[in-house]
Each structure stands twice: as C-alpha cells, then as structure tokens.
C-alpha cells in the first residue's frame, strides 16, 4: 500500500513537473482559431517577447474564379507596402510580433500586421477565459482600433 501510494505521487509530480515552471506569459502560447475556425494561428516564443504566424488556412489558395490568373495558386501577401514581400503566401505569414507579458492577464507593446490592407498596427492581447483571446489592433490609443477574439 505504501509503496502504491509513493508511486502514485511520483507520477503526479512528473506529470505536474513540465507546468510548473511555466511563466505566467505562456498561458497564449499555442494555436488559435478565429471565431469561424476558417484561419488558425500559432502563437509563440521569439526570444523573450511572443509571436504569432498563420498556420491554417481554410481556403490557401485563390478561387478558381479568381480573374488575376491566380487561381489555384497560393493567396499571397498582395497588399504589402513592400514590393519585395508581396510574393509571400498567406500561409506561414508572421502576423505578431514583439509582444511581451504586462502582468495582470496583458501582453503589449507589439504589432499585428494586417494582410487584407498591408498595414502594420500597435497591439495589445488578454485572454477573456482560459479558451478566449482578445486582440485589439488600433492607431494611436486604443480607442479608435477593432477587437477580434480568438479560440482553442
């Protein structure tokens, strides 16, 4: 019985172990959904500051009744201000960027880019729960900006 009881505690530690040292900032750490799961997002470590990138795409490529020429090929990065960077597609595109852990269930202090009008935005993240991410993308203050929620 002893012996059951020690082993069993072991096992909770070593199973307890890998979180335990988690830093309060890595709770956004992983992948995100927009709300009608037709792109997902990885979000994670870049040094000391967080990221984020396109990781899925319900739709990659262009409609085949896209009448650039374009259709079937992968959706690129068009609206980028660069014309060196428009050739990158959608999918793998780095959307985050120097984010870092505030306190009190805050990351600030980076950017979201904005593939649909090429433009780079201040940023600030919560989570609103343990599966809900809030992004507020904004010029300025904060006030004059457009909130998306994200989920797991």
């Known amino acids: 019985m002893k012996i059951r009881i020690t082993l069993s505690a072991l096992l909770v530690v070593l199973l307890w172990a890998p979180f335990a040292h988690s830093a309060p900032g890595d709770a956004i750490l992983g992948f995100w959904n927009t709300k009608n799961r037709d792109t997902r997002f990885e979000i994670y470590k870049c040094g000391a500051k967080y990221c984020g990138k396109i990781s899925y795409m319900r739709h990659p490529n262009y409609s085949p009744t ?10 690129l990065d068009s609206h980028n201000p660069d014309p060196a960077l428009r050739k990158r597609t959608l999918l793998g595109l780095p959307l985050l960027s120097g984010f870092r852990y505030m ?9 979201i880019y904005d ?14 729960g343990a599966n809900r991410l809030k992004l507020r993308g904004y010029m300025g203050i904060s006030l004059f900006g457009r909130t998306e929620t994200w989920v797991r």
Not at 66 to 75: F, S
Not at 103 to 111: A, D, P, R, V
Not at 115 to 128: A, T
């Open 115 to 128: 593939p649909d009008d090429g433009k780079k935005y201040s940023c600030k993240i919560w989570l609103d």
């Open 66 to 75: 896209n009448k650039e020429g374009l259709a079937g090929r992968p959706r």
């Open 103 to 111: 306190g009190h269930n805050l990351w600030g202090g980076g950017k």
